[in-house]
């Protein structure tokens, strides 16, 4: 038999070798963008059509290509970074793997244009599945261009796995971001199908972040800054105040290359210790600079998760000046922060003229179970949710006078009973539900007993109610007495203004008001008692949290982000109404046994689990 091995033609190892470089538009973007910045650009302009999937179109000033260097570009391993192996030490520059180019020209239809400085005419190729089309002089300005059109047109699979075009954007604008946060010194812009999304001239880092995030960002970011032997961090954090529930902005740079690092994540959010909640996320824009040698950013194509040599010393160092940085600024956990809060936020000049209320406030004796807002239990069931009912009425019978299953029998040789506790049984007794540690709602059933997630349960009811809202276009408004402004980031903006529809059928009356604002009017009948502001920042947060898992579904996401949003949280003492309210809420609910995102929202005990334990 003759031998069966071959070398794989250029074209198919570069398809394969795309498949890991190239997973999405954003990844095409990110090594556009790149690429200019190691050119030594000072403008970098990003040009998308429909969510890159039509075309990418990145623009710079960079130090442009001579013939050969251009047409060399799209060769694979083909790169002008690195020479030998030992200059993977030392690298200072985005690239070094010379693969991005051969890769998106495998999967794309490429027109590329560049001169240098010091040629009087450039050359523009243009390439096709890895083929050479063209090739020819042309008259362009110095830098270089490159059109990328009809991504993976020639591997339907990859183009029909995409995302819808809002979820394409979003990766878009993050890695636009990623790229763009760490070089406020150079200026970028990016618009989407003529809408101009970023304009970001060059500046210094805050400025960059305020352009990015929306001028508010002035009064939040606490600077930090510190040089060690090991590694020198610069950067913000986001006072403690403002951290979110939800992951918000965490941005690590390492010699200015996003990254990833779940424990480096831990030295900031440790430093936060005490002065967040626990369940809140730290939020913060820290640049890290480390020798080249004492790194290995060689572990996958997309660079995002790096080796460190120092991990130890660099995760104290960071540590210890995030906190030093939160003392320096009258934020130590010594101080009384209730009271110290208003010192610190108040902007210390009105940035576009306008003094914005600076904090968001959520009442935390709000409760969402007033019976005047909440449904009552005897509002009109469909049919299918009668026949849950009725399912559930079987298993489930409560009165008053039940006894609970747990009741402690109290030994009569035992004289000397705590009072209060005595109280407190006796209490219980009367109780025919039972909140365990401000989680779990306990209550007796036919077969023995059983345990709800307090808030699991309350996602699932807000949730149904809300699609229900969605579907049908109707929910009630509450209008505000004071139209509150909310000021947000470019891209959350974008966001809102896509999802407009949508959250006016939710119940919100919100109307744009100039560069990056909203005007809220009135928020959904049942949230009468929240900030709007707040209610509306953290459906934006929880959205996003959820396009992270590529959920894809407008309306289920946008149900499940404010669900999430409104829920009573666990550790939230419950009234016996409210608890009750709960479980009758449930019940009706087409799907009670899970949380819209999967998790149980109900377990049950039988009485013979219980014999069996007594040995009975
Ligand atoms: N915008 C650009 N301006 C100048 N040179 C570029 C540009 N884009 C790519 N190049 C050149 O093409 C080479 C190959 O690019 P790429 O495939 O991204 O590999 P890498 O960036 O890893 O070197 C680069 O090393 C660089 O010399
Ligand atoms: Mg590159």
């Given at each position: 038999m003759s031998d069966i091995i071959q070398l794989l033609p250029d074209s198919v190892a570069n398809q394969i070798a795309a498949g890991e470089v190239v997973q999405r538009p954003a990844s095409a973007v990110k090594e556009l963008m790149e690429n200019s910045l190691d050119s030594g650009a000072t403008r970098i302009q990003l040009i998308i059509k429909d969510a890159g999937k039509t075309l990418i179109q990145v623009i710079d000033n960079g130090k442009g290509m001579s013939e050969t260097d251009a047409r060399m570009s799209?060769?694979?391993?083909?790169?002008?970074?690195?020479?030998?192996?030992?200059d993977l030490f030392s690298i200072r520059t985005m690239g070094f793997r010379g693969e991005a180019l051969a890769s998106i020209a495998a999967i794309a239809q490429v027109e590329m244009k560049t001169r240098r400085n010091s040629d009087e005419v450039g050359v523009k190729i243009e390439i096709e599945g890895s083929e050479v089309k063209s090739q020819e002089a042309c008259n362009c300005p110095e830098g270089t261009s490159i059109c990328v059109k009809n991504l993976f047109y020639n591997i339907p699979a990859r183009r029909n796995f995409l995302k819808t075009d809002s979820v394409e954007l979003r990766h878009i604008i993050d890695e636009f971001q990623r790229v763009a946060i760490p070089n406020p010194e150079v200026s970028f812009s990016l618009y989407s199908n003529t809408t101009e999304v970023f304009n970001l001239t060059a500046g210094n880092l805050k400025q960059r972040l305020m352009s990015i995030f929306g001028s508010s960002y002035n009064t939040r970011l606490v600077p930090v800054e510190e040089n060690t032997p090991i590694v020198n961090i610069k950067g913000f954090v986001i006072k403690p105040e403002f951290s979110?529930?939800?992951?918000g902005e965490q941005f690590f740079f390492l010699n200015k290359r996003f990254i990833r690092n779940a424990y480096l994540h831990h030295a900031v959010q440790s430093a936060f210790e005490q002065l967040i909640p626990s369940d809140s996320f730290a939020s913060y824009f820290l640049l890290l600079d480390v020798d080249p040698k004492s790194i290995d950013i060689n572990i996958h194509p997309t660079k995002t998760e790096v080796k460190f040599e120092n991990e130890k010393a660099v995760y104290a160092f960071l540590r210890s000046t995030v906190k030093k940085s939160l003392g320096q600024f009258n934020i130590s956990p010594s101080l009384d922060f209730d009271q110290e809060a208003h010192l610190y936020n108040m902007p210390l000049k009105p940035v576009d003229g306008i003094i914005r209320a600076p904090t968001i406030k959520v009442d935390p004796d709000f409760n969402p179970f007033k019976t005047d807002t909440a449904p009552s239990y005897k509002k009109n069931y469909s049919d299918s949710e009668l026949s849950n009912r009725a399912n559930w009425d079987k298993m489930y019978s409560r009165h008053a006078d039940n006894q609970l299953e747990f009741e402690i029998k109290k030994d009569d040789t035992q004289q000397s009973v705590d009072p209060q506790w005595d109280e407190q049984l006796h209490e219980s007794n009367k109780k025919s539900t039972y909140q365990l540690h401000n989680r779990y709602i306990l209550s007796h059933i036919k077969t023995g007993f059983m345990v709800i997630d307090q808030q699991g349960a309350h996602e699932r009811i807000l949730y149904e109610r809300i699609i229900d809202s969605l579907e049908k276009h109707k929910s009630a408004t509450q209008q505000e007495l004071f139209p509150k402004t909310i000021e947000l980031s470019t891209a959350d903006f974008a966001l809102v203004k896509e999802l407009e529809p949508e959250i006016k059928a939710m119940g919100f009356d919100i109307s744009e008001f100039g560069k990056n604002t909203y005007v809220i009017h009135g928020i959904p009948a049942d949230t009468a008692d929240y900030d709007s502001a707040a209610l509306l920042e953290g459906l934006i947060e929880n959205y996003k949290q959820n396009l992270q898992e590529l959920r894809s579904d407008k309306r289920e996401n946008l149900a499940r982000a404010m669900a999430f949003n409104m829920a009573v949280k666990s550790g939230k003492d419950l009234r016996q109404e409210e608890m009750n309210n709960i479980i009758d809420e449930l019940f009706a609910c087409?799907?009670?046994?899970?949380?819209?995102?999967?998790?149980?929202t109900i377990t049950t005990f039988s009485l013979e689990d219980l014999d069996k334990r007594f040995k009975k």
């Open positions: 799209f060769e694979r391993h083909a790169t002008s970074k690195i020479r030998k192996a030992e979110k529930k939800t992951r087409k799907m009670p046994y899970s949380t819209p995102s999967g998790k149980p």
